[in-house]
């Protein structure tokens, strides 16, 4: 059916002998599948497909997210389709033709600031960079796992609030005061459980975790660093290194990821799709959880 390669951390795996650009059966989407729930990172090398193969190979996963910017508007000049996201340098009139055009990324879950965030990121190498621009994930139940006890019984019934701003803001006369403000948030547990296998996963992120709740921002900051600083340790991560044709299937409820630094001279492209969640993250303590609270003024 196809082969795998494990790849040097074990949530990582490499599918060969396959070709998603064509109809794939129920039973290889289901062993697929299977797969992933094992390894939530799937790599997919030599992909030749389109973006019509490219998304019909996605919405097998799920209902598709519409990308933040619509047609038109900064980062988004180039993708008719509203559930395409470019993640590009590239600019066409002056004007960007993707989002995170340049440099390193903290790690973050895509779009956990909203209330029903992605499920899975499937990203595609179209122009790639001769050095760097690696994306690196971590597997956050190992992250979790890694706790102390101590910990554990101290996070089990905290919620935080994320918040989304963009590095291309809509509104570039916004300050920082007004952009957090207005900017899109939701509050999540800060332990969510798998909805398909039930692992415990710590789900704060360096990139989008506002604060804790029920804490001053000052004593929430300090908190949250020790984790942050988990999350970044390097000998805990897979680095992938793009070549052109590679896709990437990533377990968006389970990993995060980042980007290493890059020449910015040297052209980068690349396609995603992203698929909803079925629901809002649930708490892995349900015992010990109350009921969602409200958004925490900023």
Not at 3 to 27: H, V
Request: charge should be neutral; aromatic fraction near 10%; proline fraction near 7%.
């Amino acid at each position: 059916m196809f082969s795998l390669n494990q790849l040097d951390k074990p949530f990582a795996a490499e599918i060969t002998n396959i070709d998603l650009g064509k109809p794939l059966s129920d039973e290889t989407f289901a062993a697929i599948h299977a797969t992933w729930m094992k390894h939530p990172i799937l790599v997919f090398r030599d992909q030749t497909f389109d973006v019509n193969g490219h998304e019909a190979f996605a919405q097998r996963f799920g209902r598709l997210k519409p990308r933040l910017r619509k047609t038109g508007q900064q980062g988004a000049t180039a993708a008719e389709n509203p559930n395409v996201m470019f993640v590009s340098n590239i600019k066409e009139n002056g004007v960007l033709i993707g989002t995170s055009p340049t440099g390193a990324l903290n790690f973050h879950s895509d779009s956990s600031f909203d209330e029903i965030p992605s499920k899975a990121g499937l990203l595609y190498g179209i122009e790639i960079p001769t050095i760097g621009g690696d994306t690196l994930f971590v597997d956050m139940c190992d992250v979790y796992n890694s706790l102390s006890e101590e910990t554990k019984r101290f996070i089990a019934d905290k919620w935080v609030t994320n918040i989304h701003l963009p590095s291309l803001p809509l509104d570039p006369t916004q300050t920082q005061e007004e952009r957090i403000r207005t900017a899109r948030k939701a509050v999540h547990p800060m332990v969510i459980s798998h909805p398909d296998c039930g692992l415990p996963i710590l789900y704060v992120n360096r990139h989008q975790t506002y604060k804790i709740n029920g804490m001053t921002k000052e004593e929430s900051d300090q908190v949250l660093e020790k984790f942050f600083d988990l999350v970044d340790r390097p000998e805990i991560r897979y680095s992938h290194k793009w070549r052109k044709g590679d896709l990437v299937l990533w377990d968006n409820r389970r990993t995060q990821h980042g980007r290493s630094d890059f020449d910015p001279t040297q052209r980068r492209l690349l396609r995603r799709f992203a698929v909803f969640c079925d629901a809002p993250p649930k708490p892995f303590h349900v015992e010990k959880m109350a009921s969602r609270p409200e958004l925490e003024p900023a």
